[in-house]
């Protein structure tokens, strides 16, 4: 299928999880994941209307930005190293992956103007996955605030990788109560306003517990 087909089929599902909750349809960025994708393919996601990509490696998003540069708005979502930074940190306008003191002190070094970034949050607390565990957030968040360059607009999880409709509700959840936590104290650096969750095949769930900006790969470009 075509990544405009796909776009329709995902935008009728978002309607849905939107009008079940009771949110408005534009409180909701699709990101498209186009790491394991040509550029072509990446171009035409942005011709069938999408405006941002993610990728997940520094070459993958440097070989596409050469090709596609501007004309998208790029988010890096895969584990940085802080040695790449300096590499990627003008093209993209979004990091969904900080996850350490170190990577947060790299960011606030390179970059010239505050980066919007995603803590990222080991919600399951599975080995497997990167992340802040969710009991270090608040104290994590408190130690940036004299990072000028790094400003924290939200929290990201990656969800389990399963079935189980309540599992998925209450990684979301919590990351969302977790949110709510941070947000409340109102710090300079850190707004909070946003929840990265979401991905082919919970979406809907995490749209519906509050996610802002859900990551599309496989439904919508594909493999």
């Given at each position: 299928m075509t990544v405009e087909e796909n776009l329709a089929a995902i935008k009728e599902?978002?309607?849905q999880a939107c009008k079940n909750c009771e949110r408005p349809i534009n409180e909701i960025t699709i990101i498209a994941v186009t790491k394991y994708v040509s550029t072509e393919r990446a171009q035409e996601a942005?011709?069938?209307g999408i405006k941002h990509l993610g990728e997940n490696r520094k070459e993958g998003l440097l070989e596409k930005y050469e090709a596609i540069g501007a004309n998208a708005t790029w988010h890096f979502i895969g584990t940085l190293q802080s040695r790449k930074v300096k590499d990627v940190i003008e093209q993209v306008s979004m990091i969904h992956s900080l996850d350490r003191k170190s990577l947060a002190?790299?960011?606030n070094k390179r970059a010239v103007s505050p980066v919007p970034c995603f803590l990222q949050v080991n919600i399951s607390e599975e080995e497997s996955k990167h992340g802040v565990q969710a009991s270090e957030v608040e104290a994590f968040v408190e130690t940036l605030q004299n990072y000028e360059n790094v400003k924290i607009v939200g929290l990201m999880t990656m969800a389990p990788h399963t079935d189980d409709e309540e599992q998925l509700?209450?990684?979301?959840?919590q990351l969302r109560a977790l949110r709510d936590r941070v947000r409340a104290k109102n710090y300079a650096h850190a707004p909070c306003e946003y929840l990265s969750m979401g991905m082919s095949n919970d979406y809907s769930l995490a749209i519906e517990e509050g996610a802002t900006h859900i990551r599309i790969g496989?439904?919508?470009v594909g493999e």
């Open positions: 599902k978002i309607k942005l011709d069938a002190k790299e960011i509700r209450g990684v979301f959840r496989s439904s919508l």
